[in-house]
């Protein structure tokens, strides 16, 4: 019995949210009096997968063929099966990415275990009750679920659990081969673009955001925000209407029917804070409203505020943040 | 081509989110439903595709009766028919075997959803259906197009990308933005609805895997601090100092 997580890499490094989830299996391994052991498939560096040690993993176990470079989720499925049955693994941990959740779901299937997505917090292992907290009604509540099988699959909201980094020393890496058939990569992409992020940070890993909505006029007020966002080191965001008529990309977008992030810090410029959105960032740690109209909803669900014309203080708050030792 | 269009009812997204019975339930008190907002662009582009290919766009709900003004409205939208599985949707996987049954039975080319319900933002049914069905699922998608007869191309979300998959029939998909401008019912479709076919089918037993047992609410923000504009600067330093975000 082990508990297994999976974790994901980018450019050769894990993930934040991979690192997150690593942080999680191992405290629920601790609680089960066992062990982690974590896979990895792809674009990872053995030496990374080696300092998991340091989110309290023993061992990975690491499939470096070169057609899983790109993701395909029946060949994924399969290596992370195979380890799951080679480390007898009675929990699964996966961070809530469209990856993680994906393969968390099919191998519920093939496993015959139980799923929970959208988890915020460690589970509460009570005799036979096994119990997580995951997010539900879009962000205005939390939810109690047993999970009643046998295997317990778990997809970790991001930026929900803090890493650990004194969990120990280097963890060993096995190499591990699934076996894969040619069928395996019928639904493998053609193609994988990434987005040019200027060598800024990605919206669903980011630790702080900078948002703006309809308030900001037009996109020729933009470079503010992604101004303030480089100081920060902030991913830059914004509200539904903001896509919709073009200033902005469709990724930038959050809230009900976008993306939903959780960051410590979330700022949002010239957005009212309509209900939907809010459901894409209420459970952001801090939230700081910037807004001309003293009336604006947005305000009631924020922990700073600033009464002003955006144009005007995003530039005050600019300088300010140059000022800062970083 | 016969497309298969799951939708789920849930609560419009302005609800005040409320609980009862020791906050065992949901309180549906004074709470408007609506049909899934992600499922709509799964409908929406379905009816696309009939419009351009030919075929039938079928709906199917899991759920009690009171989901039915919504599986109308979907007919309203253009769908040609729909079922419901008059069942409790207890969890992901229980909807899933349920969808599974149904599409087994009415050999469908295509299965679409959105890419998760508002309400339980579980994100999991479509993999479970792929899965169960052995056939290929592509999440979330926001472009779908037929390549050929039995080949469809799409454009699928990866954090910090995308990817673009080609696949054949059958297949399921989840749909999100901006796949299509989803569409509202107009009064020749509200009419016509009305006689479309609406069958309904009892469960094909089927377990569920998780049990809900317990509902809380985030804690309330104990109210915000407002900072001059003049002095807008002030904040960056208390970000930094008082809050420890910076
Ligand atoms: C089913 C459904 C789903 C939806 N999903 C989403 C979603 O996912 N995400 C989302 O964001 N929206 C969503 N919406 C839309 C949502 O209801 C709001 O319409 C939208 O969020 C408003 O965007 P906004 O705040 O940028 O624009 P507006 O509502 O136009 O607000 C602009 C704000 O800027 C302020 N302002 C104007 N000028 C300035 C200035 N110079 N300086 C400072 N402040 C200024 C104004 O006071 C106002 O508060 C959804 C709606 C529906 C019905």
């Not at chain 1, 690491?62 to 029946?74: E, P």
């Not at chain 2, 696309?48 to 007919?75: F, Q, W």
Request: charged content about 25%; overall charge negative; glycine content about 8%.
């Amino acid at each position: 019995m082990s508990v297994l997580v999976f974790v994901e890499g980018l450019n050769g490094e894990i993930k934040k949210s991979s690192l997150e989830a690593a942080s999680y299996g191992s405290q629920v391994a601790q609680a089960m009096g066992t062990t982690a052991t974590a896979v990895a498939i792809g674009d990872v560096h053995e030496e990374a997968l080696a300092k998991l040690g340091e989110q309290g993993i023993s061992k990975v176990l690491y499939d470096a063929d070169d057609r899983l470079k790109q993701f395909v989720a029946d060949a994924y499925v399969k290596v992370i099966a195979k380890a799951a049955q080679q480390e007898s693994a009675k929990v699964l941990v996966f961070s809530n990415s469209n990856i993680g959740a994906a393969v968390g779901s099919k191998l519920a299937v093939r496993l015959n275990g139980s799923l929970a997505t959208n988890v915020t917090e460690l589970p509460k292992i009570d005799g036979g009750n096994f119990t997580v907290t995951r997010g539900v009604f879009s962000g205005k509540a939390f939810a109690q679920v047993n999970l009643t099988s046998d295997v317990k699959i778990i997809a970790v909201k991001k930026n929900s659990t803090d890493i650990i980094s004194n969990g120990g020393s280097a963890a060993t890496v096995e190499k591990l081969s699934a076996d894969l058939a040619e069928s395996d990569f019928a639904a493998a992409p053609k193609e994988t673009v990434m987005q040019d992020t200027g060598g800024g940070v990605l919206l669903p890993e980011a630790e702080i955001v900078v948002s703006g909505g309809r308030g900001m006029k037009g996109p020729e007020n933009w470079h503010l925000i992604e101004e303030l966002a480089k100081e920060l080191g902030a991913a830059t965001a914004c509200s539904k209407p903001v896509s919709d008529i073009g200033w902005r990309p469709h990724h930038e977008h959050v809230g009900q029917t976008g993306i939903t992030v959780s960051p410590n810090l979330y700022i949002a410029a010239g957005i009212s804070g309509a209900i939907q959105h809010l459901a894409g960032v209420n459970s952001s740690k801090v939230i700081v409203v910037i807004n001309k109209d003293p009336e604006a909803p947005f305000f009631k669900a924020a922990d700073y505020g600033i009464v002003g014309d955006a144009l005007e203080v995003l530039p005050k708050l600019i300088e300010a943040a140059k000022a800062l030792d970083k | 081509m016969k497309i298969l269009v799951c939708i789920s009812n849930v609560p419009d997204t302005t609800s005040k989110i409320n609980f009862t019975g020791d906050n065992k339930e949901f309180d549906k008190n004074g709470v408007q439903y609506v049909i899934n907002p992600w499922d709509e662009y799964a409908l929406t582009r379905a009816i696309e595709l009939k419009e351009a290919k030919g075929g039938s766009v079928t709906v199917l709900n899991v759920g009690e009766a009171d989901a039915e003004p919504n599986i109308r409205k979907a007919l309203a939208i253009g769908a040609d028919d729909a079922i419901r599985v008059n069942a409790h949707p207890k969890d992901a996987y229980f909807v899933a075997q349920q969808i599974t049954a149904v599409a087994n039975e009415g050999g469908y080319d295509m299965i679409l959803m959105g890419k998760e319900s508002i309400d339980y933002n579980g994100f999991q049914v479509h993999n479970m259906v792929g899965e169960m069905m052995g056939i290929p699922s592509v999440t979330p998608a926001f472009k779908l197009d037929m390549v050929d007869d039995s080949t469809a191309r799409l454009e699928r979300e990866i954090e910090g990308g995308k990817e673009v998959v080609e696949v054949k029939l059958p297949f399921v998909a989840s749909a999100q933005q901006p796949m299509c401008e989803p569409r509202i019912p107009n009064m020749r479709g509200i009419m016509t609805a009305r006689t479309k076919p609406l069958k309904v089918v009892e469960p094909t037993g089927g377990e569920a895997k998780s049990e809900y047992v317990n509902y809380s609410k985030p804690e309330k923000k104990s109210g915000v601090k407002l900072i001059e504009p003049e002095n807008a600067g002030e904040l960056i330093k208390l970000l930094r100092n008082e809050a420890k975000v910076l």
